[in-house]
């Protein structure tokens, strides 16, 4: 694969980072909408889709797909955008953003695991010299001071699951045959249709009641789903899902600082030097060799 390829690749995976990092700004304003948790990642997805349609037909991408592939499809979307950011947004109700991002973001150890234990590939010494970097500068985002519920820690654990088990689909089956946006497509085509009915039969599904929220769940729609997501899957297919997962961990930095950009939010020392090894192992990731 040329340099340049993969180059694009770290890139993607960067600028999917820098996205979901600013997830929560966006969020928490659409939350005050009396938006709760599973209806935002319905409309996140719903949204999403017309976007992600003229999109594919602007690049004159094919909508046709394989029906073998469909099961494939449907279960990575399940996961990396249905599963995943529900966990995650229900965990927000019993324990503070910071201390869920820390056990959300056992993912990439995870993916590493999945990778070792089904696929037999080897954990090379920069991969877990990277992860126990991350594994360690994440850790010192925590608060030992705050208040740990069991409840909302089960939850972030589960969602660092199901997100290593969406990173591994997609690595070991990648698109199916499919382009960008079509994969973006279906993927979330089939995470809204379940959502969608587990949102009416449990009789939680809230739309907006303002113009502005309906443009702040659009605007979610846009940067998340069309955006991050795609972008995390193109960067995932050049690099590899061990490599993605790890040079992902930008995220909760980026978090951080839109938390002190936005919302007045205090950087401690220790945040700041957990950045630092954060940085210092997706560089380090980076300059090794390609897996």
């Not at 709760?36 to 889709?49: A, G, H």
Request: charged letters at 10%; glycine letters at 8%.
């Amino acid at each position: 694969m040329k340099k340049t390829n993969i180059l694009n690749g770290y890139f993607f995976i960067i600028g999917s980072a820098i996205l979901f990092g600013c997830m929560p700004l966006i969020a928490k304003h659409i939350y005050s909408e009396g938006i709760n948790p599973i209806s935002l990642v319905v409309l996140r997805n719903i949204l999403s889709l017309p976007f992600l349609f003229t999109f594919g037909l602007i690049k004159k991408e094919s909508f046709k797909v394989d029906l073998k592939a469909i099961p494939r499809v449907v279960s990575i979307g399940i996961f990396g955008c249905a599963l995943t950011p529900l966990l995650l947004f229900y965990s927000y109700n019993y324990i503070s953003g910071g201390t869920a991002t820390v056990f959300h973001f056992i993912y990439p150890a995870l993916v590493l695991l999945l990778y070792f234990l089904f696929l037999k590939e080897k954990m090379s010494r920069s991969n877990v010299v990277a992860i126990i970097m991350c594994v360690a500068g994440i850790a010192m985002f925590y608060d030992p001071n705050g208040y740990l519920d069991p409840t909302g820690a089960i939850l972030a654990l589960l969602s660092g699951l199901t997100y290593a088990l969406y990173i591994f689909f997609l690595g070991k089956f990648g698109r199916v045959g499919m382009s960008n946006f079509v994969f973006s497509f279906y993927t979330t085509s089939g995470a809204a249709v379940v959502l969608l009915v587990v949102a009416i039969v449990t009789q939680s599904l809230v739309l907006p009641s303002s113009f502005l929220g309906w443009i702040l769940c659009i605007a979610f729609a846009l940067l998340i789903n069309v955006g991050a997501v795609v972008l995390f899957q193109c960067g995932t297919l050049i690099i590899g899902g061990q490599k993605a997962s790890i040079m992902s961990t930008l995220e909760p930095i980026t978090s951080l600082v839109v938390g002190f950009l936005a919302f007045d939010e205090n950087i401690s020392l220790l945040s700041a030097i957990g950045s630092l090894f954060v940085i210092s192992a997706s560089i380090f990731i980076a300059l090794s060799k390609t897996t």
